[in-house]
């Protein structure tokens, strides 16, 4: 069994309802791997979370388990759970819940600053968002928590005893010592604004993979994975 960790990528694939994405968690991309996988996606999450999460279910991993592959996200993603949870979508299937109190990308979660501000107690003005719009486009220092939370995610991934295997979604890599890259070129490359295989608004603002797109993807990654495993 494969274990995978993802971001929203490994939730599912995304159909269009006017401008508003759905999310269909009956397939994703490892469904084309071709072998069993148990599969913990992270909407809005990144190498943080991953740590979290591998501490959760591989300390010990399941006897089951012969491998883990790690689906990296954009970067950074600096989050911070109230509670750090999951929910079980389908048969080997868990996402966590969005229970987050604090994020670095918060000033363009308009949901998540109502929750916050409802639970504190507080009116979110738009000083607030713009502040955080600014600290989150300093990328030198988010970076660097970021680095940070790679070396601790190699650290848990050893401990686990397991081959560990990473997928660069965007073809930014960190300086692992026990986790592998696989050889697959990034899925913002070869898959990103193409009507064809990816959502996105006129804007710039990339969104996620319709089903052809996670077809597509899962191959990619297949092809890499097989040439570490076989």
Known sequence: MIIVLGCSFSLGWYSMDGDNEIVHRDYCWYDELDRPYKAYSHPGGGLMSYCKCLDLVCNPAPASASA?????????RIVIHDTFEYKKHRENLYG???????SNTIAGLPK?????SERFDFDWQSGIS???SVLNSNQVG???LNTACSSHLDRIAQSTGLPVYSYSFTGKKYPYKYIKYLDVPPATEKLFWDDRYHHYREDNDPLHFNKLGNKLLGQMIKKGLDNELS
């Open 142 to 144: 988010w970076e660097y």
């Open 96 to 102: 966590w819940k969005l229970n987050y109190i604090y």
């Open 112 to 116: 998540i600053q109502k929750e916050i």
């Open 68 to 76: 883990i592959l790690i689906q990296e996200s954009f970067s950074p």
């Open 130 to 132: 713009h502040w955080m």
